[in-house]
């Protein structure tokens, strides 16, 4: 099992930067990729952004490439993203997410554990 614990969202304005984290406890080792995912009030869960444990891989949905970056501290368990340049539209709970079979880097239904969520409000 692995435990993901998220922290750092909060209501800022248009233009403005957020950081948000995510610690993982627990079966650790098992980890192949981590990240995030988001949803808006009525829709869909989405891709975000996502980190290979060993080698550090990063993935990007094209909405946020170039505002967003991922990083990962493996010594803390750690996974943060940067935000910067935020937009309204990129209001939502961040969920942080892992995966352990190496089956997927973007697909919700393939990642294996959950955070409970983070809300990140951006006002214009």
């Known amino acids: 099992q692995v435990q993901l614990v998220e922290s750092g969202g909060g209501l800022v304005q248009a233009g403005d930067s957020l950081s948000v984290s995510c610690a993982a406890s627990g079966r650790t080792s098992s980890i192949y990729t981590m990240g995030w995912f988001r949803q808006a009030p009525g829709k869909e869960r989405e891709f975000v952004a996502t980190i290979r444990w060993s080698g550090g891989h990063t993935y990007y949905a094209d909405s946020v490439k170039g505002r967003f970056t991922i990083s990962r501290d493996n010594a803390k368990n750690t996974v943060y993203l940067q935000m910067n340049s935020l937009k309204p539209d990129d209001t939502a709970v961040y969920y942080c997410?892992?995966?352990?079979?190496?089956?997927?880097?973007?697909?919700?239904?393939?990642?294996?554990?959950w955070g409970k969520g983070t809300l990140v409000t951006v006002s214009s």
């Open positions: 997410a892992a995966d352990v079979d190496g089956s997927t880097w973007s697909q919700p239904a393939g990642m294996d554990y």
